[in-house]
């Protein structure tokens, strides 16, 4: 099981960056998707995630800003990020939540750096 996380870069406030994270393998089944971030000196942030019936939920600092998707038939996830500020940068980490015979069982992505300069 692999998940390959890309997108990032550096990039102006007010700009926009689309991070994707693509699986490959097999897993168990999948029930949840996405993205934390970690800012050097903090800790990881949930910043947003959707289920398998698109439910999405968001972290007040992004909400309105970023969006969250994926594409079941590509197996990827993708967050959409517009209006970039300099507090958004992080390196950004992908997951895959599933149930392994009735446990938790995460995938993680390598992560993906964003730089957002002011």
């Known amino acids: 099981v692999q998940l390959q996380a890309s997108g990032g870069g550096l990039v102006q406030a007010g700009g926009s960056l689309r991070l994707s994270c693509a699986s490959s393998?097999?897993?168990?089944?999948?029930?949840?998707r996405g993205w934390y971030r970690q800012a050097p000196g903090k800790q990881r942030e949930l910043v947003a995630t959707?289920?398998?019936?698109?439910?999405?939920a968001y972290t007040d600092s992004v909400k309105g800003r970023f969006t969250i998707s994926r594409d079941n038939a590509k197996n990827t996830l993708y967050l959409q990020m517009n209006s970039l500020k300099p507090e958004d940068t992080a390196v950004y980490y992908c997951?895959?939540?599933?149930?392994?015979?009735?446990?938790?069982?995460?995938?993680w992505g390598q992560g993906t750096l964003v730089t957002v300069s002011s």
């Open positions: 997951y895959f939540r599933g149930d392994r015979y009735g446990a938790r069982i995460d995938y």
């Open positions: 393998g097999s897993m168990f089944p999948i029930n949840t």
């Open positions: 959707i289920t398998n019936d698109g439910a999405t």
